[in-house]
Structure formats: structure tokens, C-alpha cells
């Protein structure tokens, strides 16, 4: 599975982004698939997460009721909607597509889009 990350760019503080990640190759239905983002100087660290038909998502913390995670099969695509965006959520944004393990562990991801990034300016 390739994966192509879109939809990263420069935003306020308060504002919303559409992540995109779409994939080819294969179909993306039978994997779940995730976010990660790597901000400056830091590790990556897990963002949300859904299983492979939609009906779980799981969210960090620091954007649980901010983001939303969605997937379209028939576009092959798993989105990121963004909203109310901080500065602290600055970073490139990985999408990743895994077959088992854990959803909050990046070792457990198979594929990696090559990132988009996100800047909030204050």
C-alpha cells in the first residue's frame, strides 16, 4: 500500500484543516489506519487512530473533540478534519496504515504516507 498525505498548510489559531491520506496500490479497507504527527524536536506521538470498516476511532488526548478521524472506502482515503487548532499543533502529520497490533503504536504500522505539515500560527 502507498500512501499520500495532503491538505498540511499555514493556519490561525482557531481554524480548521482536511487532512487527506490516500492510498494506492491496494485497497485500504481491510487495514486500519492512523495519524502521527512529529513536531520540532520531538518524537512523534500518535494522534487518532480507526479501524478498518469505521466503526471505532480512537483519539489522543490533546485533540479529543477537536479532531475527527473518517475514512471513505470507495475514495481509498482516510481523513483528518481539524478543527479549533492550536499552535501547539504544529507539526507534520504522518498517516500510517497497519493490519493488527495496537493502534496507539507506531512499531505496529505497516505503511507511512511521506507527511504533511501543519502550521498555527498564534
Known amino acids: 500500500v502507498q500512501l499520500q498525505a495532503s491538505g498540511g498548510g499555514l493556519v490561525q489559531a482557531g481554524g480548521s484543516l482536511r487532512l487527506s491520506c490516500a492510498a494506492s496500490g491496494r485497497t485500504l479497507s481491510t487495514y486500519a489506519a492512523g495519524w502521527f504527527r512529529q513536531a520540532p524536536g520531538k518524537e512523534r506521538e500518535f494522534v487518532a487512530a480507526i479501524n478498518w470498516n469505521g466503526g471505532s476511532t480512537y483519539y489522543a488526548d490533546s485533540v479529543k473533540g477537536r479532531f475527527t478521524i473518517s475514512r471513505d472506502s470507495a475514495k481509498n482515503t482516510v481523513y483528518l478534519q481539524m478543527n479549533s487548532l492550536k499552535p501547539e499543533d504544529t507539526a507534520v502529520y504522518y498517516c500510517?496504515?497497519?493490519?493488527?497490533?495496537?493502534?496507539?503504536?507506531?512499531?505496529?504500522?505497516?505503511?507511512w504516507g511521506q507527511g504533511t505539515e501543519v502550521t498555527v500560527s498564534s
Open positions: 500510517g496504515a497497519r493490519y493488527s497490533g495496537s493502534y496507539y503504536a507506531i512499531s505496529d504500522y505497516r505503511y
